[in-house]
């Protein structure tokens, strides 16, 4: 069997509303099984002015605004035109990629037809609500993601760290690595601009640690501002790049007053200001990946980084970053203030860090996606 036989059905909570790592990845992945011949629909929730534009042909999802989120909306599930559309597509392969009632449904009805289904983890969401005091959820919330995964054939993550958590969380025994690429045409070293870090108010000399991404709690704004305090408790000099914009914006503005905010930023625009970074702090523990660490290190901007899921994987200790336990704000400081303090430090790292990133290639990462699909389907006997 090959790629165009298959009739993908691809279910998302968001396809392309908010610009974000797992919207990049999927709407890469439908481009690459079109371009091979797959018949794709993608079913998610749509609004009037979506950050992303979509690939493919997308099936509009009811949904409503999650409270104090508006950015991003739930979908209600698989009903009326969706549904009705699900069904004339009659896939032969459905991968859910979030955890919502419509993933669920969607399912539900490869399983009743016999069709495989592919589950890909872009985020921990179990991890959320210990940045909103709500942290005894944790147990509740891996039950309510294990009963989805394990009614799937197989999952995918982005790192090995993730399937390792997979695995410790008993969400399933097959788990596959899905991985991301960057775009070195967007992010390399030869992107950085003076003229556009001094026009944010940034002297030649002073240096700019980043921050890049949704501005939300789960994003580790905590520690990043709690860090940033010890800095400047310290006397060490600094100042700080945040690229991104969410509903947090106004907490680390005042948590942080040295902060310039870019805003948010795409293509070619993004990956001057990433290069503009000389220090990339990704104190987060919620990734599967980090396609941010990754476009960072591609700029070649050393990184800083808690040892978690996503950043195990990218960044190597000692040589193209730091890895810290989480959480642990003097050790982030002592990271950060040895790159302030030696700036051939910087730049051994941030070149060893953009060597790496040369190895994360798309069109390796999708091909093995199809093969995935094609494998999960030849299984079933060709469904």
């Not at 009326?80 to 859910?96: T, Y």
């Not at 982005?158 to 070195?184: A, F, K, T």
């Not at 870090?197 to 990043?224: C, N, T, W, Y």
């Amino acid at each position: 069997m090959d790629i165009s036989r298959l009739r993908l059905a691809l279910i998302s909570g968001n396809y392309n509303m908010v610009r974000d790592g797992p919207t990049q990845a999927l709407n890469r992945l439908v481009g690459y099984m079109l371009d091979h011949g797959a018949a794709v629909r993608v079913f998610a929730p749509t609004v009037e002015n979506p950050q992303v534009e979509a690939v493919g042909e997308v099936i509009s999802i009811p949904s409503f605004a999650i409270p104090g989120r508006s950015e991003y909306r739930i979908p209600i599930g698989l009903v009326g035109e969706a549904k009705r559309e699900f069904e004339a597509f009659c896939p032969n392969i459905v991968h859910v990629a979030s955890p919502d009632r419509a993933s669920r449904q969607g399912a539900k009805w490869a399983r009743d037809h016999g069709v495989p289904v592919l589950a890909s983890v872009h985020t921990r969401f179990e991890t959320y609500p210990q940045y909103y005091h709500l942290g005894f959820m944790e147990p509740v919330v891996e039950a309510w993601l294990r009963k989805l995964y394990r009614r799937c054939d197989a999952l995918v993550a982005p790192s090995d760290g993730m399937v390792e958590v997979l695995h410790r969380q008993r969400m399933h025994r097959e788990i596959g690595i899905w991985s991301r690429g960057v775009d070195r045409t967007i992010f390399n070293s030869t992107a950085r601009d003076l003229e556009w870090r001094r026009s944010l108010g940034f002297a030649d000399d002073e240096i700019a640690i980043g921050f890049l991404g949704r501005v939300v709690m789960e994003k580790g704004l905590p520690e990043f501002a709690e860090t940033m305090n010890e800095l400047t408790k310290r006397g060490v000099k600094h100042k700080v790049l945040v690229l991104g914009d969410g509903p947090a914006r106004s907490w680390f503005a005042e948590k942080v007053p040295e902060a310039a905010f870019g805003g948010y930023l795409m293509g070619a625009d993004l990956g001057r200001a990433v290069a503009g970074m000389d220090i990339f702090f990704n104190p987060s523990i919620t990734e599967t990946f980090g396609n941010v660490t990754l476009e960072a290190m591609a700029c070649g901007v050393p990184v800083v980084a808690a040892r978690a899921t996503g950043a195990t994987t990218l960044v190597r200790d000692g040589v193209t970053g730091q890895l810290v336990t989480p959480g642990d704000i003097p050790a982030y400081a002592d990271a950060i203030a040895a790159y302030i303090d030696d700036p051939a430090l910087r730049q051994k790292h941030g070149e060893a860090g953009e060597a790496r990133s040369k190895e994360f290639s798309w069109e390796a990462i999708n091909r093995s996606m199809a093969e995935t699909y094609l494998r999960l389907v030849e299984r079933r006997g060709g469904a």
